[in-house]
């Protein structure tokens, strides 16, 4: 069964620390995404890659940063943790544009809290 | 920019009942269409994608139509039952590129009562 993997479902840390989110998918996609959700919101993108060491910023950026340096694997991180940023993250990735009918997979969530 | 809405923001119905999920977008020009469900505190779980050439995907007791030109989809359940409880989304995949992200509406909430 094809996986998207997030390294933890829950996480809690301290303002100011810096956070890794780390996402894994074994479908050989080569888009990959970050949400976060909070409620009345939905779903906000915060970054998305096309390829190995290709980033684009989506709606909400600010706070964060991704790296991509294997296909498989998009990690996002919170450079400066602070409590507006206590959240449900959300990873998914697509293959490209032509395999489109294949549509999203999701992974399923790390809800982070920072105190 | 593309918008998607749902409405209702949350429905209740008698387990038994057959029920319309209704989601609308503001421009046609779209690669395909998703139906999402999620679990309180889970990820999103794909229930049907229908691409934009097609009219309707069906999966068991779902059935999704797509009327493009009017900018609307339709998520039908029929012989709803208490585990279809559960939020759900639609989302849109936006041309001309397809590398466009998805584009989600705020979702519906069911709850189907025993």
């Known amino acids: 069964d094809v996986k998207v993997t997030q390294s933890s479902r829950y996480l809690v840390k301290r303002t100011g620390e810096k956070v890794f989110l780390e996402c894994v998918q074994d479908m050989d996609h080569e888009n990959m995404f970050w949400y976060r959700q909070d409620p009345g919101l939905g779903l906000r993108l915060i970054y998305f890659s096309y390829d190995v060491k290709m980033k684009e910023k989506g709606d909400i950026p600010e706070g964060y940063s991704v790296s991509r340096e294997k296909k498989e694997r998009f990690s996002l991180i919170l450079e400066s943790a602070s409590t507006n940023q206590t959240s449900m993250y959300l990873c998914?990735?697509?293959?490209?544009?032509?395999?489109?009918?294949?549509?999203?997979?999701f992974g399923s969530g790390t809800r982070l809290t920072v105190v | 920019k593309q918008e998607v809405t749902q409405i209702p923001a949350a429905l209740s119905v008698p387990e038994g009942e057959n029920l319309v999920l209704n989601c609308s977008f503001t421009?046609?020009?779209?690669?395909?269409l998703q139906w999402f469900r999620q679990d309180p505190g889970k990820g999103l779980t794909s229930l049907l994608l229908?691409?934009?050439?097609?009219r309707e995907q069906t999966s068991g007791r779902l059935n999704a139509s797509l009327d493009k030109s009017s900018g609307r989809s339709t998520l039908y359940i029929a012989a709803s039952q208490p585990g279809d409880s559960a939020t759900y989304l639609c989302a849109v995949t936006p041309r001309p590129s397809g590398n466009t992200p998805l584009v989600f509406g705020k979702g519906t909430r069911l709850s189907v009562i025993a």
């Open positions: 421009d046609s020009a779209i690669y395909n």
């Open positions: 998914a990735s697509s293959p490209a544009t032509g395999l489109l009918n294949y549509g999203y997979t």
């Open positions: 229908i691409q934009s050439s097609q």
